[in-house]
């Protein structure tokens, strides 16, 4: 038998128990030896249910002490940036979640640090591994809508997401850094790299520090053009909480996906429908389902890639193409003009 990658996760908080699950599931391939949070009782509670050897509450002791592959990072953002140089420093690779970091210059360092200690470097980008956005990668793959032309790619919802992110409220730059870099992540993979960004944001809900309602307008370099829009003040019924909605058209046909997580393919040959629903796992729950499961799925990319040697699909190299979608998004909301996205 292969040896399991031996593992460290830090943070743990409320989206943890998800990469915990995970990782007890693909257990033949990573063994969890240790977890980390500054809050002694959240280490202390996550290590007893979910056996986990060890715990601590200071990083640097954890990589001091354990030998690991990899750490697991689910902190928020503002301490991305020092946990993944400290684990570069003692030569371990990391898996850090979204959003990378505050700015650009902490991911194009985490990236450096990484690079220069020769480890990978995996943003947690989670929607793209989402079975349903699986299911249409694998359509649009196919041929079966042609060329695409032109999408919407929507995430609307009034569901409160304060309850259990508190942090939210509190953060400047806010639902386009929390929900619009996922969004415009799939931008980047269903419908192509971008050119020009225009956008528009609104703060609607009182009581919240930064916008909490975008809509994107991206001019593809293919030529295509996508609407990217995500509201956390979209009161519909039904709420489609937390289900991403596409409209993709092509030359030869179009398809969407509905709330629900119908999808209706219209191509050459016709018409069909079809649930990209998948069976709840027993630790997932709706309305959470496709969320919590594509971080199996994430997690599982990083196992393969990690085995094959061979770098993912959401590298922190790759991220910073994302990263320039959503600073692009920023300074055209301010200056009101489109804005050609970074290097
Ligand atoms: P949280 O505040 O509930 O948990 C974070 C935990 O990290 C806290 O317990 C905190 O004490 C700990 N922590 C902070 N700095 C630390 C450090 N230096 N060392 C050790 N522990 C430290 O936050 P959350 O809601 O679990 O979110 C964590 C991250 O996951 C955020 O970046 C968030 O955006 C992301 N997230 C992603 C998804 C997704 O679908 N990809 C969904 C929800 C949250
Ligand atoms: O923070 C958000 C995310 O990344 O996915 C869903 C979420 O937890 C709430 O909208």
Known sequence: MTERHRAG???????????????????????????CDLDAA???????????????????????????????????????????????EHG???????????TREDCVAMVEACAAAGVPLMVHENFRFQSPMLAVREVLTSGAIGEITWARIAWRTGYDI??????????????????????????????GEVERVHAETQSIRPGIAGEDAATVLLRHRSGAVSVIDCSYASYRDPDPFPETLLEIEGREGSLVLSPGL?????????????????????????????????VLNT?????????????????????LKTYALVEAAYESARIQQAVRPGA
């Open 42 to 88: 959240k280490a202390q509670a996550a290590a007893a249910a979910f056996a986990v050897p060890r715990w601590y509450t200071d990083a640097r002791t954890m990589l001091e002490r354990e030998r690991l592959d990899f750490v697991d990072i689910v902190t928020t953002m503002p301490s991305h940036r020092p946990l993944v140089t400290l684990a570069a």
């Open 9 to 35: 996760l830090i943070g743990c908080g409320f989206f943890a128990r998800n990469h915990l699950h995970g990782w007890r599931d693909l257990g033949e391939a990573v063994e969890l030896v240790a977890v």
């Open 162 to 191: 304060y309850a259990g992110q508190p942090y939210l409220a509190k953060e400047e730059r806010f639902i386009l850094l929390d929900i619009g870099v996922h969004v415009l992540d799939l931008a980047r993979v269903l419908v």
């Open 299 to 319: 997690q599982r990319h990083w196992v393969t890639c990690l085995e094959a040697g061979r770098e993912p699909e959401t590298s922190g190299r790759d991220n």
């Open 262 to 294: 119908e999808l209706k393919v219209r191509g050459r040959s016709g018409t069909s429908v079809r649930s990209l629903r998948t069976p709840t796992l027993p630790w997932t729950a709706e309305p959470w389902h496709v969320a919590q499961e594509s």
């Open 92 to 102: 371990v690779a990391a898996i850090v979640q979204k959003p990378f970091a505050p």
